[in-house]
């Protein structure tokens, strides 16, 4: 089955211990999405990819980065965890932007900062 | 500032009857909704949208209403089932924008009781 798939699925690090959270997908859509959730929060828009079109939204800060080597994958990288990036980040895929388009969710990420 | 509001964090109904679940937003510029449903562990996943020249749209069980001068949607879904039981967002766009501007509500938790 088509999907979109998220490693690991539980993450633990260290306050200001980089960490990386990968997305993969077998949907070959254009458009990845990464997206913060906090707790009884709603999902928040980090940051998205149109091919390899880096996309950034303005509020996000400079200490997530993310990297789309190719169709399949996208990386998000947290250089400097800090106790308030404890959260679920979850990717999505799309075919486009430009028209409001069902979204592909993967399972997400719960990330945990010590 | 919370763009998309759903005022109730949680619902309960009984199995057979109807369920609704509400949704307001503030920015009158989004012209497209739509809901998605999240299962514990798993990523959202589409349900159903409505765009702002429809006051209605109906898929199976599932019914969106929107109310443009309210500024408010709602997801009645009749009857319920216990396979219904998840966390429904409702979520808003610029259709201009497609999904660069999806935003999402904080969720309602809905619990079909058997």
């Known amino acids: 089955d088509a999907m979109v798939i998220q490693n690991p699925r539980y993450q633990v690090t260290q306050f200001g211990k980089p960490v990386t959270l990968s997305c993969s997908q077998t949907?070959?859509?254009?458009?990845m999405y990464w997206y913060q959730q906090k707790s009884s929060q709603a999902p928040k828009l980090l940051f998205h990819?149109?091919?390899?079109?880096?996309?950034n939204e303005a509020d996000t800060p400079d200490n997530f980065q993310s990297r789309r080597p190719n169709t399949s994958f996208c990386f998000l990288d947290i250089r400097s965890p800090g106790l308030g990036d404890a959260a679920m980040y979850l990717c999505?895929?799309?075919?486009?932007?430009?028209?409001?388009?069902?979204?592909?969710f993967g399972p997400g990420t719960r990330l945990t900062v010590l | 500032d919370q763009q998309v509001k759903q005022n109730s964090p949680s619902l309960s109904v009984q199995e057979g009857r109807i369920s609704i679940l509400n949704c307001d937003y503030t920015?009158?510029?989004?012209?497209?909704f739509l809901w998605y449903k999240k299962y514990p562990a798993e990523g959202p996943t589409f349900l159903i949208s409505i765009s702002s020249i429809k006051d209605k749209n109906e898929d199976g069980r599932f019914t969106v209403f929107l109310n443009k001068s309210a500024k408010h949607l709602s997801l009645h879904i009749v009857p319920s089932q216990p396979g219904d039981s998840a966390v429904y967002f409702c979520a808003a766009s610029l259709s201009n924008f497609g999904n660069e501007k999806l935003t999402f509500g904080t969720g309602t938790r809905l619990t079909i009781i058997p």
């Open positions: 999505a895929t799309s075919r486009v932007t430009t028209s409001v388009d069902e979204q592909f």
């Open positions: 990819y149109y091919d390899k079109d880096f996309n």
């Open positions: 949907l070959n859509h254009n458009v």
């Open positions: 920015n009158s510029m989004f012209d497209y």
